[in-house]
């Protein structure tokens, strides 16, 4: 995606093309095969979704053609990760290759001992609090017990920020300490749905 | 949003915790550049 002049511009192929990926299984089948694909287009030539796809069927709401439709279907396979993983970008990376990523970011912490350490500032920890039960390792987390710790395994971006205290008259950058979690590979998405205003309307993506 | 954890457990997650970050970070760009033509500290930056 490149901005000339104010306005978006969007690579991508032919729906005819060979290398067109047509579906969320094709795609998915390419981060097997390559292990990570970021969503849009950046320095690297070729190496994103963008690239790969045909531009007119993007926000069409047609989950069988639309890539933006995808990254839902693709999250909640459990089959890859999705969120911000490149240059606080979105992209998939597959399972085989997380691994990978979480060891480069986070340098062999988990997020409590990066915490003790003086490495994560306390807006992080008001996150990773809401999902993680006080004194106790990640590793020894069950996850069937969170609800009755009043936490949960998952939550919509909306009910972190409400929950962890950010918004109008608390803490400060919510979407900036979210985005650090993942480029941290601390979090990642699991689902979307979308928004609705106070009339149940629909809006948006969260 | 969710720990990745909770999606494929500790010991996947952190299956790699046993080798260097950097010893990290060059597979994942050998990795890409089997793929995709790319200089080694174009894509490093990119991945940072």
Known sequence: MEVIDGQWYMGGLDWDDEGCIHSSDELLSVIDRVGFIPLFENVIPGFSVENMTCLSYWWSGDADVDPWEWRGVLARTGKVAYGKFFGNKTGFISKKWFPYFVNYRRSGYDFDALYDDGKAGYREKLLMDLFIPSGVDIWDVKVSALPSLGLSSELYTHEMKEKAGFGKGGEKNFEGVLTKLQMQTYLTVKDFKPRQNKKGEEYGWE | ?48
């Open chain 2, 1 to 48: 949003m969710t720990p990745p954890e909770y999606i494929w457990g500790y010991k996947h997650v952190t299956g790699r915790y046993k080798e260097s970050p950097e010893e990290s970070l060059n597979a994942i760009v050998k990795q890409i550049r089997k793929h995709f033509d790319c200089d080694e500290n174009t894509l490093k930056k990119f991945l940072k």
